[in-house]
């Protein structure tokens, strides 16, 4: 169980404005934002606010490819698409695969109990930019 944390507006207005979006905003994102609130906010504090939300399980941090961290505020187990091309991050609607943790463990010597899967290719958007530099 988490301890309590001590309040903090910041933080607050870091968590709403992730509940507020269907985005999966990076860092620089939230910040840029969070500062129209807290004009004297520091990256660094909004970087220190998602690392202890995430590691607290509050939000959700997508790290992938090298690419810049995107937050979720959503922490229900669900999976994402990653654009290869422009770098979205998008909710994927379909149903829960968590049958591949009996598969994954059918030859591992130790336990998987969860997983995480990116789906990753072309978007909508830039498969249609693609078909109208085509033609």
Known sequence: MNTPLKHSRQRDAIVSFLMGTTEHPTADTIYI?????????????????????AERGEIL???????????????????????????????????SIDQINTIANANFSGEITNHVAFFCGKCENCLNNQKKEIN
Do not use: Q, W
């Not at 934002?33 to 939300?53: E, H």
């Not at 922490?75 to 979205?88: A, K, L, Q």
């Open 61 to 95: 941090k997508l790290s992938c490819d090298g690419k810049a961290d995107r937050f979720d505020a959503t922490t229900d187990p669900h999976y994402h698409f990653i654009c290869s091309e422009c770098g979205d991050v998008i909710d994927l609607e379909m149903e």
């Open 33 to 53: 934002n969070i500062k129209k609130t807290f004009p004297n906010i520091s990256l660094g504090t909004v970087y220190r606010n998602l690392a202890l939300l």
